[in-house]
T-cell receptor, first 113, second 117 residues
Framework: AQSVTQLDSQVPVFEEAPVELRCNYSSSVSVYLFWYVQYPNQGLQLLLKYLSGSTLVESINGFEAEFNKSQTSFHLRKPSVHISDTAEYFCAVIVNQGGKLIFGQGTELSVKP | NAGVMQNPRHLVRRRGQEARLRCSPMKGHSHVYWYRQLPEEGLKFMVYLQKENIIDESGMPKERFSAEFPKEGPSILRIQQVVRGDSAAYFC???????????????FGPGTRLLVL
């Protein structure tokens, strides 16, 4: 069965520090990868996605993620975080063009001044 | 803002009552997905629907839960005879449903938070 593992449940960092949120998936077939962000008591917002093409994808607010097929990873990075980045981040996959998203457990990013 | 709409945002039910959760997809979207987020857990897929058709219900509990997406009107997730373990946030997502698309991005609503007393 396909699964997504987010290795860190909580990541505390100071403002302007770099951050990496780790995501690994298990699947032997085609996967399509997503990062969503959830602010408190809100729904999920799409941050970025990898469907095909360049393995490095970027969001408009400075996040980037790189699809690494050999390591089955899709880690999320930002070189300098802001207080407003405090939220929960979910990595997810769609397997083999199926409809459903399979989510990781989430990583709570806490940015401190 | 023509995003995904869900109502109610909060719903309180007593054990044994019925809960009806509504989802209006983004304008132009014909595919709807329901997910459940239990406390301290990630989101779990429940069901995937097109208009008048269930595509994948592999995540739906076998009893008490049902979903529909009629030709007209919102998608409904119905939970009969609720129990305390049904307390969770229920999220709806939609996608365009473009024929031949490699894979579609799902856009999420704000969720309905169900509390069963």
């Amino acid at each position: 069965a396909q699964s997504v593992t987010q290795l860190d449940s909580q990541v505390p960092v100071f403002e302007e520090a770099p951050v990496e949120l780790r995501c690994n998936y298990s699947s032997s077939v085609s996967v399509y990868l997503f990062w969503y962000v959830q602010y408190p008591n809100q729904g999920l917002q799409l941050l970025l996605k990898y469907l095909s093409g360049s393995t490095l994808v970027e969001s408009i607010n400075g996040f980037e993620a790189e699809f690494n097929k050999s390591q089955t990873s899709f880690h999320l990075r930002k070189p300098s975080v802001h207080i407003s980045d405090t939220a929960e981040y979910f990595c997810a996959v769609i397997v083999n063009q199926g409809g459903k998203l399979i989510f990781g457990q989430g990583t709570e990013l806490s940015v401190k001044p | 803002n023509a995003g995904v709409m869900q109502n109610p945002r909060h719903l309180v039910r007593r054990r044994g009552q019925e809960a009806r959760l509504r989802c209006s997809p983004m304008k132009g979207h014909s595919h709807v997905y329901w997910y459940r987020q239990l406390p301290e857990e990630g989101l779990k897929f429940m069901v995937y629907l097109q208009k008048e058709n269930i595509i994948d219900e592999s995540g739906m509990p076998k009893e008490r839960f049902s979903a529909e997406f009629p030709k007209e009107g919102p998608s409904i997730l119905r939970i009969q005879q609720v129990v305390r373990g049904d307390s969770a946030a229920y999220f709806c997502a939609s996608s365009p449903g473009i024929s031949g698309a490699l894979v579609e991005t799902q856009y999420f609503g704000p969720g309905t938070r169900l509390l069963v007393l």
